[in-house]
């Protein structure tokens, strides 16, 4: 009886290993880890950028952008950039300033406006961190594979500012145009964080897409007195708590990867 039983446990058991094999066999395996198809670490990039404002209220800015950068690894990146704009004042700041010269008699203090500094060049280094890496399909046979980043770094902008409210002569002042408004110029720490993407074309190529911000800190004057700014006089005081002025470019362009 023992020997019996011994049997069906053995049959029982070499049944159920053969329901189970075929179960096994047919169970689709693991797919294998794919590398990057366009690894970027360890190589030299330079990257052209053109980039327009967005949010423009009293200055609009164009930009052209080079940059060279190298890849320490596929997550870490080291740019130097230099960047050369192209910039002025919108209509709404011009109207300001048209508004302000009809009126009639200039008496009083006034204060300058903020946010007038324009972008001329700019130099900045900063460091790359890109963790995400992913594809995307363009149609059914065009896969886009893809690297998202972010950028934080820091350098020098050399900066001019035309006010619209201090004019040392009246030309007109129906018409509320001014032949010689406050200019000034200097150079200014500034700071940057960008979000952006590497569209690869190829193994040596990417297009780039970028959301940038460069912020600086403000200065203008306050308390300017305008019958004795009309008659060029010195007059007013810089601002003691001038705030920022944070320019928001969205850029796009090609890396070239050696």
């Known amino acids: 009886m023992a020997a019996y039983v011994s049997t069906l446990r053995v049959l029982a058991l070499a049944g159920l290993a053969a329901v189970l094999a075929p179960v096994r066999a047919h169970a689709s395996p693991e797919p294998p880890v794919q590398p990057r198809l366009y690894p970027v670490g360890g190589r030299f990039s330079l990257t052209a950028t ?18 060279a950068g190298w890849d320490f690894n596929d997550w870490l990146g080291l740019d130097v950039a230099v960047t050369g704009a192209v910039s002025g004042h919108t209509a709404l700041a011009e109207r300001i300033g048209q508004h302000l010269l009809q009126q009639t008699p200039p ?9 007038l500094w324009q972008l001329k060049v700019m130099v900045l280094a900063g460091v790359r961190l890109a963790p995400i890496y992913g594809k995307f399909n363009l149609g059914s046979d065009l896969p886009i594979r893809y690297q998202g980043y972010l950028w934080l770094g820091g350098g020098a902008a050399w900066l001019d500012r035309t006010s619209v409210v201090v004019c040392r002569d009246v030309t007109s ?28 074309t190829g193994v040596h190529g990417a297009v780039v897409l970028e959301l940038r911000s460069v912020v600086w800190k403000d200065d203008y ?9 009309e008659s060029g006089g010195p007059t007013g005081q810089r601002a003691s708590s001038p705030g920022f ?8 362009g090609y890396a070239y990867f050696f």
Do not use: K, M, Y
């Open 50 to 67: 053109v980039g327009l404002s967005l949010f423009d209220t009293l200055t609009h800015t164009a930009t052209l952008d080079v940059r």
């Open 107 to 115: 008496e009083g203090s006034v204060d300058d406006l903020s946010d």
């Open 173 to 200: 002042r129906e018409e509320g145009t001014c032949g010689d408004w406050l200019t000034e110029s200097r150079v200014a720490p500034v700071v940057s964080a960008a979000l952006g993407f590497r569209l690869f």
């Open 221 to 229: 004057l306050v308390g300017v007195d305008r019958a004795i700014a």
């Open 245 to 252: 002025t944070n320019t928001v470019l969205v850029q796009l």
